[in-house]
């Protein structure tokens, strides 16, 4: 079977680092069209900076990387310097980029390449705010069409938030954008909080990530150990989770994952509880279901998975 191809839409972040890594290690699986940023964890051209240092360091300076959104839609960006650095790839010393920034906008680019495939065959994760979907969607509404399927990071149900008491940050940053993306009648996966804080980089998984000996070895192992040192003070767990890699790892392992097919709906409005995913999980309302849902996952066949394939590249 032909690779599945794919756009990453993200603002790394290490853990969107990672998740870039494990998609371009799967090239026997995965077509990575192309990388898509926008601001989020740091503001935008330090996530289009990123994007290149992490196809540099895959070999793959080939690949269109194009900055996109640089704030949400109708409020001011939040960003997330204390939990990734300054940089945003704090950790590991990586180069400058060598790579030319993609001339298009990100906007443009994922209109054009979705518009450019059959309909139904291009998947799109998003691994940050969704500013640039929600943009691309409301500029060129046939695309909602083209697409095969949504699967994005963010969100949180029993899991509760991480940047308020009840929003987690990706829907947080720009819940008009999530708002407009889960209504546009797109396929889309969810991969909430209440999963990647089950998959925790132990030191025993850092360790076996390190022991791979290689340059992307090293610089993961760096990765995961600078993030590392937020949350398990904050959250009292034995290790950092790694939220955006999950994503990948769904598409190439389904069967590491539990799901649920459930409606979803962003708040927009209230102060208190900006952000936040209220998940029908009994099918309460009358909200038809409109998101796959993952709520679990099988922690230690996706750090197999990880080191496996990242020794690949
Ligand atoms: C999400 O927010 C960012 O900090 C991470 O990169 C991830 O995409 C987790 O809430
Ligand atoms: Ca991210």
Redesign the pocket.
């Known amino acids: 079977m032909a690779p599945r191809p794919i756009l990453i839409d993200t603002?790394p972040?290490?853990?969107?680092a990672v998740a870039i890594l494990l998609a371009l290690a799967a090239r026997d699986t995965l077509d990575v069209l192309g990388l898509t940023c926008v601001a989020?964890?740091v503001p935008l051209e330090k996530t289009a900076l990123n994007a290149r240092r992490i196809c540099d360091l895959a070999g793959r300076p080939d690949l269109p990387v194009c900055a996109g959104c640089d704030r949400p839609m109708g409020r001011a960006l939040v960003t997330?310097e204390h939990?990734?650095g300054q940089s945003g790839l704090d950790g590991p010393d990586l180069p400058a980029p060598q790579m030319p920034l993609h001339p298009a906008h990100a906007v443009d680019f994922l209109i054009d390449t979705l518009r450019a495939y059959p309909p139904g065959t291009v998947t799109l994760i998003a691994?940050?705010p969704l500013t640039n979907l929600a943009t691309a969607f409301g500029r060129a509404p046939d695309i909602t069409g083209r697409l095969r399927e949504i699967v994005l990071?963010?969100g949180a149900q029993a899991a509760l938030g991480?940047?308020t008491p009840v929003a987690?940050?990706?829907i947080h940053v720009d819940p008009t954008a999530a708002d407009i993306v889960l209504r546009a009648g797109v396929p889309v996966v969810m991969v909430p909080?209440d999963v990647?804080h089950k998959a925790l980089v132990t030191p025993a998984r850092n360790a076996a990530l390190r022991a791979l000996g290689t340059p992307v070895g090293h610089a993961v192992a760096d990765l995961t150990g600078f993030f590392e040192r937020y949350n398990p003070v904050r959250y009292g767990a034995e290790g950092a989770p790694l939220?955006?890699p999950c994503t990948i790892a769904w598409l190439l392992r389904p069967d590491l994952f539990a799901s649920r097919h459930v409606n979803v709906t962003v708040e927009t409005q209230s102060d208190l509880t900006l952000g936040m995913t209220v998940m029908d999980w009994w099918g309460i309302s009358d909200r038809a279901p409109n998101t796959t849902v993952l709520h679990d996952i099988d922690a230690d066949g996706f750090f197999d998975l990880l080191t496996e394939r990242l020794a690949t590249l």
């Open positions: 603002d972040g290490q853990d969107d989020g964890n997330a939990v990734h691994l940050g990071m963010g991480n940047v987690e940050f990706n909080l990647t939220h955006d």
